[in-house]
């Protein structure tokens, strides 16, 4: 029996110990792995530790013949094709609510219209945090209505490099505006 096989079988049956050994050798190089998906150390942390949450959750219904390493490789991998889905889904809406200028729509209300010009302010503050690369190619896909190739070719980078980048741009504005609006 190999060390990962003794661990899992452990682990199976509610051992701790064998928990944390599994957690300190993985963690790290599941976190990288993650990394290499979606381009965002902070996200790849957090999916590798959903990751090892899940483990310890189903450890029970674990199959001990099956290679622990494959297992966590395989639901982290996973993860991060369900956060890149949901990524996409966030921008194909965020995309719908500027084609159809509901974004931008002022309330007819004094108060209502504040607090929009309010939020406006937020946004182009959180926009101007971003990183260099991160802030130039949201703000050339989202307010240049640019497609990502066309990005793409003007900055000479891969459309693939362009998706990365919305991608954190868009996951660090979520966090921003989500603990700007509970000030606000």
């Not at 993985?26 to 998906?37: C, M």
């Not at 190619?137 to 240049?144: A, G, K, L, N, Q």
């Not at 209505?145 to 490099?161: C, E, F, P, Q, V």
């Amino acid at each position: 029996m190999t060390e990962d096989e003794i661990l899992t079988s452990k682990l199976c049956r509610g051992d701790t110990k064998a928990y944390e050994i599994l957690f300190k050798y993985y963690y790290p190089k599941l976190t990288l792995f993650a990394n290499r998906f979606v381009n965002d150390i902070n996200n790849a942390e957090e999916i590798a530790g959903e990751v090892f949450v899940t483990l310890w959750e189903k450890r029970a219904m674990l199959n001990k013949t099956v290679s622990i390493r494959a297992y966590l490789y395989k639901s982290t991998q996973n993860r991060c094709l369900n956060y890149l889905k949901h990524q996409k889904i966030e921008n194909l809406y965020i995309t719908y609510l500027q084609k159809n200028n509901l974004i931008n729509t002022c309330a007819t209300d004094i108060e209502s219209c504040y607090n929009d010009k309010e939020l406006t302010v937020q946004i182009k503050s959180a926009i101007d945090s971003l990183p260099g690369k991160c802030r130039q190619v949201f703000i050339m896909s989202r307010y240049e209505g640019l497609k990502y190739r066309d990005i793409a070719l003007k900055l000479n980078i891969s459309t693939k490099t362009v998706e990365r980048h919305m991608g954190i741009a868009l996951e660090r504005l979520r966090k921003l505006l989500r603990y700007m609006t509970y000030m606000f």
